[in-house]
């Protein structure tokens, strides 16, 4: 019924830049709350930024200031700009949105997209 699509992902050298968009897509009414997460090797993954559907943003300490999460409610994408990249970046990015349907019940719904893989290295 719904789809996370991402897209963006890449080997980078330290201090470069990516950005990563996640389309949904699927019976949709509306997206309340979109983030990125990660999940390097060995490592539990975890929350990197966070929008809601007003543009309220909040982000990992480690990213402030680097990384920035944008929307565009319109067409249900959420975007992550990666400045100054970081070896410790490295890791497999998921998307992730929380959502009310066209179905009943309406939801909310968790969402996950396939992750793309990020790799930050000289």
């Known amino acids: 019924q719904v789809q996370l699509v991402e897209s963006g992902g890449g080997l980078v050298q330290p201090g470069g830049s990516l950005r990563l968009s996640c389309a949904a897509s699927?019976?949709?009414?509306?997206?309340?709350?979109m983030g990125w997460y990660r999940q390097a090797p060995g490592k539990q993954r975890e929350l990197v930024a966070h929008?809601?559907?007003?543009?309220?943003?909040n982000y990992a300490d480690s990213v402030k200031g680097r990384f920035t999460i944008s929307r565009d409610n319109a067409k249900n994408t959420v975007y992550l700009q990666m400045n100054s990249l970081k070896p410790e970046d490295t890791a497999v990015y998921y998307c992730n949105a929380v959502m009310a349907l066209n179905i009943v019940p309406r939801g909310p719904y968790n969402y996950w997209g396939q992750g793309t893989q990020v790799t930050v290295s000289s």
């Open positions: 929008i809601t559907h007003g543009g309220s943003t």
């Open positions: 699927g019976s949709i009414l509306s997206i309340y709350h």
